[in-house]
C-alpha cells in the first residue's frame, strides 16, 4: 500500500485524470526536444509504455504530425489500484517544419519510450561557396 503524504497533489492529479484525459479529438501533448545536429534536424519525443504499433507519423506540406495512444493494462480479477498517474489517451504533437528540410527522406526510430525523427537538410539549403569571375565573367556557385 502506498502513503499518501500530499492530498491536494493528490485532487489535482486525479481532477487533470478524470477532466482532461487524452482523446483523438483533444489528445495530450508529449514532452519534445528538437536540435540540428550536421546535416539534419533532429526531434525527439518521449512516449514510454507506448508500443511501436500504437506510433503514427505523417507529413503533409511542411506539418509533421505525431500521434500515439497508451491504453491501460489489463490487470486481472481482485486487482485493486491504489495509484494511477501515468497519463493513458491519445498524445500528438504538430510541427511545422521549414522549406530547408528535406521531408521526402524523413527517418524515424523508437527505442526505451523514446521515438527519434531525423530530417535531412536539403541539398540546396547548404551552404555553398560562390566563384568570383574577373572582368565580363559573373560569378557562378561551385557545387
Known amino acids: 500500500m502506498l502513503l499518501r503524504t500530499d492530498p491536494f497533489r493528490e485532487l489535482d492529479r486525479l481532477t487533470e485524470q478524470f477532466l482532461r484525459p487524452g482523446t483523438w479529438s483533444r489528445p495530450t501533448a508529449m514532452p519534445m526536444d528538437a536540435y540540428r545536429d550536421g546535416d539534419e534536424y533532429v526531434v525527439v519525443l518521449d512516449l514510454p ?9 505523417d507529413v503533409e506540406r511542411n506539418v509533421l504530425v505525431v500521434k500515439a495512444e497508451r491504453r491501460p493494462t489489463a490487470h486481472g480479477d481482485g486487482v485493486r489500484m491504489d495509484l494511477s498517474e501515468r497519463p493513458l489517451g491519445a498524445f500528438s504533437r504538430q510541427i511545422m517544419l521549414s522549406d530547408v528540410l528535406d521531408t ?5 526510430d523508437y527505442e526505451d ?4 525523427v531525423r530530417i535531412p537538410i536539403a541539398e540546396r539549403a547548404k551552404p555553398r561557396k560562390v566563384v568570383v569571375g574577373s572582368g565580363s565573367r559573373r560569378g557562378e556557385i561551385a557545387g
Request: charged content about 30%; aromatic content about 0%.
Open 49 to 57: 509504455g507506448v508500443p511501436r504499433e500504437a506510433i503514427d507519423i
Open 104 to 108: 521526402d527522406r524523413i527517418q524515424a
Open 113 to 116: 519510450g523514446v521515438l527519434t
